[in-house]
């Protein structure tokens, strides 16, 4: 089979590696159908990562199981299934806590599309090997948009997570959210269907700002003089330190901030400032196996809207020529999956 492999900065290509195939009752075998690129793939594609190339690329899809063990009783070939990102297996402790990214069954930050925590390879991939198919495989509902739903398996779970819980316990907060990507305006379509009472988006992309005022939000080139403090809730998804202090300088005091992005590079923190309003700073990769089915059924009910964040649906045979560029949220689409082995 092919998966695709990160080579150099800007540079991807199609390499061959062996066929996945189910070494236990409890594994399944799965080929992406709507495959797309996380926000933090593209600090990855820009050289700013922090492993050096070559490795499988790709941790967001929606897939069609093409074979299963025996063992595997939630779905069966056929089925749409959303993959998420990190290895989980559903029954150690922490994952029986929801802390599927630390789970202690795998070894420490196992994930698809980046080789730490193992070899698991990426999900641009003809086939990809599931090894807890039950645990980690949630079904798609029916009439969910595999391309819309293409990153439940980190970005739109992911920004779901980043507000909704603070919103059940804040009725009406004000939102603030700084971001460069995706996980911005996805944040910026939930908050407002969830009753945020302002939504201010911070982004220096006047195409983004365009979308995300359709959510509903006020929108903002840089924080400055449109930012006035007293926000309940701040979501930093750039990568940068410099945009996290000002999001935390933005919180009303015991406001809460989550940071999103991926912080390659260093920088500094208002320390004393946090301390004397007593603020919640989160920085965190997701768990995101334990809100997938959550974030599903906000997308079901209606209320948001995931497919507008989509930049540009392509074939995936595109992958080596148009994922280096900088699209916002490009998904990539096959039209059909192999077939499984015959039993």
Known sequence: MRELTYVARRTVEWREAPDPTVRSAGEAIVAPVAAT?????????????????????????????????????????GDLVVVPWSISCGACSPCRRGLTAHRSAVPHMATYGAPIGGSWGGLFADLVRVPYADAMLVPLPAGLDPVAMASASDNWSLSWRLVAP??????????????RGSIGLYVCDIARALGASDV???????????????????????????????????????GRVDQLALAVRSLAPEGVCESAGNHFRPGELPLLDMYLTGVTLRIARDNVRAHIPDALDLAAS?????ARVVSHVLDREQLPEALPEKHRKPVFVRDSAPAGPAR
């Open 37 to 77: 690129s996380c926000d933090v793939d593209s600090a990855i594609l820009a050289g700013h990562g922090f492993i050096d190339p070559p490795f499988a690329l790709g941790h967001e899809c929606v897939a069609r199981v093409v074979d299963a063990g025996a063992g595997v009783t939630t779905v069966t070939p």
């Open 166 to 179: 603070h919103l059940e316990a804040r009725p009406g907060a004000r939102v603030l959210v700084v971001a």
């Open 200 to 238: 201010l988006y911070v982004d220096p992309d006047a195409e983004h700002r365009k979308l995300a005022e359709s959510f509903g939000a006020r929108t903002a080139e840089a924080i400055g003089s449109a930012t006035r403090p007293g926000f309940d809730i701040a979501v930093e998804a750039t």
């Open 302 to 306: 209606g209320a948001v809207d995931p």
